[in-house]
């Protein structure tokens, strides 16, 4: 297979899309394992209060494990909250608990309330080649501080009706952060997921994205697989789970088109995989 290049600098992706359930987690977990087993260092920040990246990687969150919140909220280090992934060397999470649903209306009255997460990573000294932070389906204070963090935006976007509804909010978010806090910030990929190849609806949906982002649209779209769906309720992703299913090859496609995309490779992909 072509290689997975590593990058020279961090790269910080924020994984974003204020709709729940179009694959947010799914994708952050999945790419960060992708990357991982590609010799990469990895970090997944999680940074929804459901916690559900920190599940499905397998890293206890129950609420008195050191977590995000205290990294945001009491500015702990984050090197004190990172805990490695045990099934895949090079991957690393930071952990959310419950507490963190709280963080969104404690931050408002805290000095640099947008740029927490960011001073956090900048402080944080361990060599690691990308840092991707799972959202909450929300554009609060949450987002907008893995936005001031990232100069990266990563959008997934589920193949179904109104896929591009809400997106404006998000691209003028964007817009402001980078605007006011964050010059560097780009919406850098986009991620067609749940993608059904034999429904009419999906490629239109597919083709309407296309037009309307062009380049940033990553020629491997992840289809639907239960196996995706299943790797969870395991603590795993489907890169150890099922590591010769589809969803996995997926995976590991569009994670490899953006590790060519980051040294300025545009991969014209293997018709072997999983496309639009
Ligand atoms: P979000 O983080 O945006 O809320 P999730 O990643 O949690 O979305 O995905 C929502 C649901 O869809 C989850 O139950 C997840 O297991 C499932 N899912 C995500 N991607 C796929 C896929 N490619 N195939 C099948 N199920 C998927
Ligand atoms: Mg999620």
Do not use: W
């Not at 690393?92 to 963080?103: E, K, S, V």
């Amino acid at each position: 297979p072509p290689p997975m290049p590593r990058p020279d600098q961090t790269r910080v992706m924020v994984v974003a899309n204020q709709k729940g359930g179009v694959g947010k987690t799914t994708t952050t977990v999945n790419l960060a394992a992708s990357l991982a087993l590609h010799g990469n260092r990895v970090l997944v920040i999680d940074l929804d209060p459901q916690g559900n990246a920190s599940t499905a990687l397998g890293i206890d969150h129950h609420a008195d494990v050191p977590s995000i919140y205290d990294v945001l909220v009491d500015s702990k280090q984050l090197s004190e909250v990172v805990q490695p992934v045990l099934d895949v060397e090079g991957l690393f999470c930071a952990p959310a608990t419950i507490d963190l649903a709280g963080a969104e209306i404690e931050l408002v009255s805290l000095v640099a309330r947008e740029s927490r997460l960011d001073r956090a990573i900048k402080a944080y000294e361990q060599p690691l080649d990308y840092i991707l932070i799972d959202c909450p389906p929300s554009l609060g204070l949450l987002t907008v501080n893995a936005l001031v963090a990232g100069a990266e935006v990563l959008i997934p976007i589920q193949c179904e009706y109104y896929a591009l509804e809400g997106l404006g909010q998000l691209l003028r978010n964007v817009e402001l952060v980078r605007g006011h806090l964050n010059p560097a910030l780009h919406v850098s990929t986009i991620l067609l997921t749940m993608y059904d190849g034999r429904t009419r609806l999906a490629s239109q949906v597919a083709e309407e994205v296309r037009t309307h982002f062009g380049r940033e649209v990553l020629r491997t779209s992840i289809p639907r697989s239960v196996r995706i769906s299943e790797a969870p309720s395991y603590g795993q992703t489907v890169l150890t789970y099922d590591p010769g299913s589809s969803g996995a090859l997926s995976y590991l496609e569009a994670a490899r088109e953006i590790a060519l995309r980051g040294v300025g490779v545009h991969y014209d992909g293997s018709k072997a995989h999983p496309m639009v």
